[in-house]
């Protein structure tokens, strides 16, 4: 029988990528649960960590102890290098803490409107952080997609940064389909950089049940 996991996120563009990931990638030993399904709809957790590192691991831990089940948090953010590797942890509210995606993508070719494309290199970088309840231990996967930011918006498949950011071949992440950015994304390659850990804490709740 499945195990419940919990995806501690709000963000509907996360949860629904994590989940076609796990359909995807992850063996049918997880039920995924999203935090408004235990009574965690407005729950919150403070991301003023320095590292994404820091801040997977602090919501992971705090999402898993409220609710006494394992949960999977991620920290992710863009890395441009003309701008010194912002906007970083601070992608999500770029613009301003009540900022859409769209505000951000503007401000950020505003940011880039003087660099040339061979200036523009970028990444996408994500942490996985996976934990127990009532534990201090949190395991960690990473992985990044490298590219660049184009000079205008393409492609409304993903969401976030997908429609500026020029994967290597021209296309940008926006546009590809979701069986081939879930091969390549940055959740996908920090989902498969953790599945030791995730096999691990399955086999722990196979062993206590």
């Given at each position: 029988?499945?195990?419940?996991?919990?995806?501690?996120?709000?963000?509907?563009?996360?949860?629904?990528?994590?989940?076609?990931?796990?359909?995807?990638?992850?063996?049918?030993?997880?039920?995924?649960?999203?935090?408004?399904?235990?009574?965690?709809?407005?729950?919150?957790?403070?991301?003023?960590?320095?590292?994404?590192?820091?801040?997977?691991?602090?919501?992971?831990?705090?999402?898993?102890?409220?609710?006494?089940?394992?949960?999977?948090?991620?920290?992710?953010?863009?890395?441009?290098?003309?701008?010194?590797?912002?906007?970083?942890?601070?992608?999500?509210?770029?613009?301003?803490?009540?900022?859409?995606?769209?505000?951000?993508?503007?401000?950020?070719?505003?940011?880039?409107?003087?660099?040339?494309?061979?200036?523009?290199?970028?990444?996408?970088?994500?942490?996985?952080?996976?934990?127990?309840?009532?534990?201090?231990?949190?395991?960690?996967?990473?992985?990044?997609?490298?590219?660049?930011?184009?000079?205008?918006?393409?492609?409304?498949?993903?969401?976030?940064?997908?429609?500026?950011?020029?994967?290597?071949?021209?296309?940008?992440?926006?546009?590809?389909?979701?069986?081939?950015?879930?091969?390549?994304?940055?959740?996908?390659?920090?989902?498969?950089?953790?599945?030791?850990?995730?096999?691990?804490?399955?086999?722990?709740?196979d062993t206590s049940s």
């Amino acid at each position: 029988m499945p195990h419940q996991l919990l995806i501690a996120t709000g963000n509907r563009g996360k949860l629904r990528e994590f989940r076609e990931l796990f359909d995807a990638h992850v063996d049918s030993q997880w039920e995924l649960v999203a935090p408004a399904e235990v009574g965690l709809k407005d729950f919150t957790v403070v991301e003023d960590g320095e590292t994404y590192a820091e801040n997977a691991g602090r919501k992971a831990r705090s999402y898993s102890n409220a609710c006494g089940l394992p949960a999977l948090a991620d920290d992710s953010g863009l890395e441009v290098d003309a701008l010194g590797g912002a906007p970083g942890l601070y992608s999500a509210r770029y613009a301003g803490e009540a900022a859409d995606d769209a505000a951000n993508r503007f401000k950020l070719l505003q940011a880039l409107s003087d660099i040339p494309t061979g200036q523009r290199a970028a990444r996408f970088r994500c942490v996985i952080a996976l934990a127990f309840p009532y534990t201090t231990n949190v395991r960690l996967g990473e992985g990044l997609v490298e590219g660049l930011i184009a000079m205008d918006e393409r492609g409304d498949l993903g969401f976030g940064y997908d429609p500026v950011f020029a994967l290597p071949d021209g296309r940008r992440m926006a546009e590809l389909d979701v069986a081939e950015k879930n091969r390549i994304s940055h959740r996908a390659r920090a989902l498969a950089d953790a599945a030791w850990a995730l096999d691990a804490m399955s086999r722990t709740l196979d062993t206590s049940s």
